[in-house]
């Protein structure tokens, strides 16, 4: 049932897929009638699409002379414009600006409370974070966790506290003898301090490291990050594997 599922998707490609002598309006209308969209059904999604993604002051303009982002927007229209089920989303922010990246998610979780499924892939760990509510991380062509963001980095099972002193190696051996401390590690920036699940030791630590005449510079709750979690489950840093695969095979 090749066209029936045709019919029920939306692509939004990692690559622009846009004729650059076409206007903005004429990129919609022609993708609608590839689909059969009728003609009064057809103009009113149009419309209705290009206020979405604030484009309708540019209908009559050729995309060749739009910036990334009014491309990135009518990419997106057109993937809307068959009103899929799904909507596939290839790295849709890629090389966008960051305000222009916040305004095409708020169109994307429009779309997705109204109903359609999307999916999609992303190389930026805060996008999968903040707007999935499903995550798989892919490595070498394998899921090899999923889950949703909090589930993720609960799977770490640990918070860390920042701190700085005036005396990082006395307050080393200090922190590294409470019972609720699994591991502590040292860095230009002081101590990293990782607690046992539930522990909530912050106040117990400034007040022996008080005891002690140590005097606190800093000291921060970091919670993991999806960061970590690659890390964790990869072995590596993101950059590592996106060069190590020249780009490709990697996603959230």
Not at 50 to 60: G, M, S, T, Y
Not at 114 to 132: F, I, K, P, R
Not at 163 to 181: C, G, M, W, Y
């Amino acid at each position: 049932q090749k066209d029936s599922v045709r019919r029920s998707i939306g692509v939004v490609f990692q690559d622009q897929r846009l004729d650059r002598d076409l206007t903005v309006w004429e990129t919609l209308d022609f993708h609608g009638r590839i689909y059969s969209i009728p003609k009064e059904v057809r103009r009113q999604r149009i419309d209705e699409l290009l206020e979405l993604v604030e484009l309708n002051d540019k209908r009559k303009e050729v995309t060749k002379n739009l910036s990334g982002g009014m491309k990135r927007r009518l990419e997106i229209a057109r993937g809307l414009l068959v009103q899929p089920k799904i909507l596939f989303l290839d790295e849709p922010t890629i090389g966008l600006d960051t305000q222009t990246r916040k305004r095409i998610w708020s169109y994307i979780k429009k779309v997705n409370q109204e109903g359609v499924t999307v999916l999609l892939t992303t190389h930026y760990m805060d996008e999968a974070d903040q707007n999935s509510n499903v995550v798989c991380i892919i490595d070498k062509g394998k899921i090899i966790a999923n889950g949703t963001p909090e589930q993720l980095k609960r799977s770490l099972g640990q918070d860390c506290i920042q701190v700085q002193t005036d005396n990082d190696h006395k307050a080393f051996r200090l922190i590294e003898s409470l019972p609720e401390v699994s591991k502590v590690g040292g860095s230009i920036n002081g101590l990293s301090v990782y607690v046992k699940e539930n522990a909530n030791i912050i106040t117990k630590l400034v007040d022996v490291l008080r005891l002690e005449g140590i005097q606190i510079v800093s000291i921060s709750l970091v919670k993991p990050t999806l960061d970590d979690v690659f890390i964790h489950y990869t072995g590596r840093g993101f950059g590592e594997v996106t060069q190590e695969s020249n780009g490709a095979g990697h996603g959230h």
